[in-house]
């Protein structure tokens, strides 16, 4: 696998992209899309990249992930620890953004992840300016494809 940094471009994560540009280049990551997606994707990936968020009792949590009674059995649960329960529910697979699809590389999740990490880290601060938080992914590479994840939690006391 070649390396993925910060700087890999998006086009070197598409497998079937040369065969769109026989060889000669022109097609790009976002001529692609352009060609091969929808409008119903791109709203529904818009709620993955810029997603709502929930204030609820003192949390912050993805609007998807929140349910009153699953937040109350984490409390009971995990007692006084308001940021493991934020990490625990805000959390999101890489590989759980497309459950049929078998066909992501360690290159994609590492992209993906990071992607994510910096997109949700701007939307928590555009959407509650005066908290802090730790917003995670852990990029090392050879992890197990389900170890790739990223999420979020308050700093509390910090702001």
């Known amino acids: 696998m070649a390396e993925i ?3 890999t ?12 540009n026989d060889g000669r280049g022109g097609v790009t990551a976002r001529n692609w ?10 709203v529904g990936y818009s709620l ?3 997603p709502r968020f929930v204030r609820f009792d003192g949390y ?27 990490a625990a529910l805000n959390h999101l697979h890489i590989v759980d953004l497309h459950g049929n699809d078998e066909t992501l590389t360690e290159a994609q999740a590492l992209y993906l992840g990071r992607t994510l990490k910096s ?14 938080f730790e917003v995670a992914f852990d990029d090392t590479p050879g ?3 389900l170890d790739y994840e990223v999420t979020f939690w308050q700093l509390r006391g910090v702001g």
């Open 143 to 145: 992890q197990g494809m």
């Open 48 to 50: 993955v990249f810029w």
């Open 9 to 20: 471009h998006p086009d070197a994560l598409i497998a079937e992209l040369p065969s769109w």
């Open 119 to 132: 997109v949700w880290s701007a939307k928590l601060a555009a959407d509650f300016p005066e908290l802090a």
């Open 60 to 86: 912050v949590l993805r609007e998807e992930s929140f349910d009153e009674a699953n937040l109350r059995a984490w409390e009971q649960a995990h007692g006084d620890n308001p940021q493991g329960i934020e």
């Open 5 to 7: 940094t910060p700087d």
């Open 33 to 42: 899309v352009g060609m091969m997606g929808r409008y119903d994707l791109a």
